[in-house]
């Protein structure tokens, strides 16, 4: 790691890691980056601690002859260039001088790129429209009305069997009529069918070409993505042409459109809390000891465990985040942001950045995983699960619902609700009241059910049913598909913001692969012949989710209504039951009564005497409805209602 931080003489002796550095030299403008048009180009750099400073013009992506321009030192330590002329097609670069160092870097406020991101590109944004490119947005009248589906753009097409013709490309998640076997539909149309509202895509920013080659993409290469390299710009290797800078972009516009058009909403990745690789990434090559948190002696903070931590607390930090979502929110019409590991930046960042979409789109979605993680940054400042209070608007994924419903995700063998353990219903039960002070036995992390994202798996750790078959001895091979089912149904039937990871729908596995990454197509692709296989199961999550959307009770929009609608009943060890009384939230049903039984064997309920009930969903678990008195049959969910 360089310890060449600069010159002290050049910030009048105050260092980089002195907090008067940021009363000194925040710059509040929004015009850093290239600023183009076709009569010249503007370009502004923060860079406080350089001696001087320059843009480097080059032909191509990989010409090594650059005309080297001087920039000229300007307020709040930017440094300018005007350069007339139409500048377009032309690459570029910064260059500082640090002490003794001349350091070359990618802006890193590029909007667009050349191959593997080494090199930024000038043109016009507005030429990368696609040709239809619309302000409408599919309509969502609460976050809690939405179901979000997490996918990978990749995985999403790359079988060979999935009917794509672009396949593992943006363009390909694009394709609608693609048949796969059985004549089932796949990719985009499969999507529709499922009847979610928000798409989640794994990151789609330029990720480090040390992940994917974009100039070997006709090798096997693979990765989630979880290694930022340009933060505004999309990644190049699910482009169909990786070498136009103009495509990627494009491309990515084109999904945004045709998922709105097909009446979904799309949620975008954003890995802010670390950067692939700390000591050549562009921040520390410009401005060298800022933009990472350091320990007190200098060694970069490593709570991501990937190396580094980004110091989102310094205001030009802060201030880069918060620029940078905006930034994508408007120029490619994204409807959410899903942060990762969300608790190692800071609370004030977080809040800044709800304000700030708020005054854009407040139906915008904003949530993340909010762990509380060691890290240089005090616990009191971070933005995790233990600070949810101070974070409104903010959602956290809810480890609570996950380990209850399928087991501790660090132990391959333990089990949960669903696989037979015993003792977690009041954990389940704080799951469906949304994690919320429900009352002193029953209490999660959240303050509002929009708060807590209740899964049970996603891209990390074992799919369910992978976890399920661990958890599980031969014995319960018949039972599995049964507690898979009843997972899915407890984070569709709860309060808050249900997720689903692609191919949940059909007991998705990875064959046992527990972090899957790197693995490679084999393990990480949608399998279009398992989802063949399993109709009944993806007919039974898409017949969970129009349940879910006909009845504004599982969607109640406060903690006072929870306590106030929700109550739960006795039932049988090893089942839980709960009504949802009084028309909730305006339900068409007076009462709904809803039961999760993890029992293998028949269960006798004694229902409230509140009047006729009759079957809503899961009628085939039921052996006997008369009465007050219901009869189950094995592992699943009934949900009862009364008109």
Not at 127 to 135: A, I, S
Not at 182 to 189: A, F, K, N, V
Not at 244 to 263: M, S, Y
């Amino acid at each position: 790691m360089t310890s060449n931080y600069g010159d002290p003489v050049i910030t009048g002796g105050v260092s980089v890691f002195d907090p008067a550095f940021d009363g000194a030299y925040f710059y509040e403008g929004n015009d850093l980056g290239a600023v183009y048009t076709k009569e010249r180009t503007h370009f502004r750099l923060w860079a406080p601690t350089a001696g001087e400073a320059w843009v480097y013009l080059y032909d191509s992506w990989d010409s090594a002859a650059a005309d080297k321009r001087r920039m000229r030192r300007d307020v709040q330590g930017t440094w300018v260039l005007e350069a007339d002329g139409n500048l377009a097609g032309l690459y570029y670069t910064y260059a500082v001088q640090i002490g003794d160092e001349r350091h070359e870097a990618v802006d890193p406020y590029a909007r667009a790129v050349g191959v593997n991101g080494d090199r930024g590109c000038i043109l016009a944004l507005e030429d990368t429209n696609p040709e239809r490119w619309t302000e409408d947005k599919p309509p969502l009248a609460s976050h809690l009305d939405a179901v979000i589906y997490e996918i990978h753009v990749r995985d999403a097409t790359i079988h060979p069997a999935s009917g794509v013709l672009h396949k593992g490309k943006y363009l390909g998640l694009c394709e609608s009529g693609a048949i796969g076997p059985g004549g089932i539909p796949t990719g985009l149309d499969h999507i529709v069918q499922m009847g979610v509202t928000h798409v989640q895509l794994l990151p789609v920013y330029d990720y480090a070409t040390e992940s994917v080659d974009e100039t070997r993409l006709d090798e096997a290469q693979y990765n989630w993505g979880y290694d930022p390299k340009n933060y505004n710009v999309p990644e190049g290797s699910y482009a169909t042409n990786p070498y136009d800078p103009a495509a990627r972009i494009r491309e990515l516009k084109q999904l945004v459109q045709t998922f709105h058009d097909r009446g979904l909403r799309v949620v975008m990745d954003v890995v802010y809390n670390h950067v692939y690789d700390g000591h050549l990434i562009h921040f520390s090559q410009l401005v060298p000891g800022y933009y990472l948190r350091y320990t007190a002696d200098r060694k970069f903070s490593n709570g991501s465990g990937c190396g580094n931590d980004i110091a989102s607390e310094r205001p030009m930090v802060s201030k880069f985040i918060v620029d940078s979502v905006l930034y994508w929110a408007k120029e490619y019409h994204i409807d959410g942001f899903r942060f990762d590991l969300m608790g190692l930046l800071d609370i004030d960042t977080m809040n800044e950045l709800r304000r700030r979409l708020d005054e854009l789109d407040p139906s915008i979605l904003l949530y993340g995983e909010g762990w509380n993680i060691p890290t240089e940054l005090s616990p009191e400042r971070q933005a995790a699960m233990a600070n949810a209070g101070r974070l409104p608007g903010i959602g956290h994924f809810s480890d609570l619902i996950r380990n209850a419903v399928k087991g501790n995700v660090f132990d391959p063998r333990d089990g949960g609700f669903i696989t037979g353990t015993g003792g977690l219903e009041n954990e389940i039960r704080k799951a469906v009241v949304g994690s919320i002070p429900y009352n002193e036995e029953i209490k999660g992390f959240a303050l509002e059910p929009v708060q807590s994202v209740n899964y049970v798996e996603c891209h990390d750790n074992y799919t369910m049913w992978d976890k399920i078959v661990l958890a599980t001895g031969s014995d319960s091979a018949l039972l599995r598909a049964a507690m898979h089912r009843l997972g899915t149904a407890i984070v569709l039937t709860s309060q808050g913001l249900p997720f689903i990871h692609a191919g949940q729908e059909f007991l998705r596995t990875k064959d046992g692969v527990e972090n899957s990454y790197n693995a490679g197509d084999l393990v990480n692709r949608l399998d279009w012949d398992r989802c063949n296989v399993h109709q009944e199961d993806v007919a039974y999550v898409r017949e969970l989710i129009a349940f879910r959307k006909e009845h504004p009770a599982f969607r109640l929009p406060n903690a006072d209504l929870i306590r106030r609608h929700l109550h739960f009943e006795l039932s049988p060890y090893h089942s839980i039951a709960y009504t949802l009384r009084d028309h909730a939230g305006g339900d068409p049903d007076q009462h709904l009564f809803v039961i999760y039984n993890a029992n293998r064997d028949k269960i006798t309920v004694e229902l409230p005497a509140c009047g006729k009930w009759e079957s809503r969903f899961g009628e085939s678990w039921i052996s006997s409805l008369s009465g007050t008195r219901l009869e189950m049959e094995g592992i699943g969910m009934v949900v009862l209602g009364i008109r």
